[in-house]
T-cell receptor, first 115, second 112 residues
Framework: NAGVTQTPKFRVLKTGQSMTLLCAQDMNHEYMYWYRQDPGMGLRLIHYSVGEGTTAKGEVPDGYNVSRLKKQNFLLGLESAAPSQTSVYFC??????????????FGPGTRLTVL | RKEVEQDPGPFNVPEGATVAFNCTYSNSASQSFFWYRQDCRKEPKLLMSVYSSGNEDGRFTAQLNRASQYISLLIRDSKLSDSATYLCVVNPRYSSASKIIFGSGTRLSIRP
């Protein structure tokens, strides 16, 4: 079991460029999440999915889009990157709704810098 | 007021010491609580859930104080390997994934 994997691990973009971050999990989890982590801010939820074909907005969804075409994959897209999107992005998954007895498992993160 | 607040630290304690830190939350209806550990430049990992009756896992003890709206983490006989950032996580209710709140973390450094 690889758990939760993320690609790429690092990326540098110029303002206005686009990119897609890929998250994959092999635990057959229904729920998947995208967070960003900034210094002093804690993790903030961008978007999440409660199952294949579904997506929902989190706390900070602006500037991002997501897709969950396959249960094991959750993609995060930046259509036109801005310096404010410089951050560390974590993907997570859980069997059921996180909380209670459903643990969130995190991927190793993607460090994105937008110049 | 932030929904979940933690003292950022750093807490710098000698090996073998006991250290404790708290996390306060603002939503009195919060349902579930967790401590995650995050090593430098790594992903968060669940350390332990926090139950109403308190719970212990080896050297780690977590407690919930609903009246004062905080959770605590106590580490006994601290090891160098305990050096990390400890994130408090609060889920205000079971029904929505979007409501899970992460604290910004308390940094702990254990010195030899």
């Amino acid at each position: 079991n690889a758990g939760v994997t993320q690609t790429p691990k690092f990326r540098v973009l110029k303002t206005g460029q686009s990119m897609t971050l890929l998250c994959a999990q092999d635990m057959n989890h229904e729920y998947m999440y995208w967070y960003r982590q900034d210094p002093g801010m804690g993790l903030r939820l961008i978007h999440y999915s409660v199952g294949e074909g579904t997506t929902a907005k989190g706390e900070v969804p602006d500037g991002y889009n997501v897709s969950r075409l396959k249960k094991q994959n959750f993609l995060l897209g930046l259509e036109s990157a801005a310096p404010s999107q410089t951050s560390v992005y974590f993907c997570a998954s859980s069997l059921g709704l996180a909380g209670g007895r459903n643990t969130q498992y995190f991927g190793p993160g993607t460090r994105l810098t937008v110049l | 007021r932030k929904e979940v607040e933690q003292d950022p630290g750093p807490f710098n304690v000698p090996e073998g010491a006991t250290v404790a830190f708290n996390c306060t939350y603002s939503n009195s209806a919060s349902q579930s609580f967790f401590w995650y550990r995050q090593d430098c430049r790594k992903e968060p990992k669940l350390l332990m859930s926090v139950y109403s009756s308190g719970n212990e896992d080896g050297r780690f003890t977590a407690q919930l104080n609903r009246a004062s709206q905080y959770i605590s983490l106590l580490i006994r006989d601290s090891k160098l390997s305990d050096s990390a950032t400890y994130l408090c996580v609060v889920n205000p209710r079971y029904s929505s994934a979007s409501k899970i709140i992460f604290g910004s973390g308390t940094r702990l450094s254990i010195r030899p």
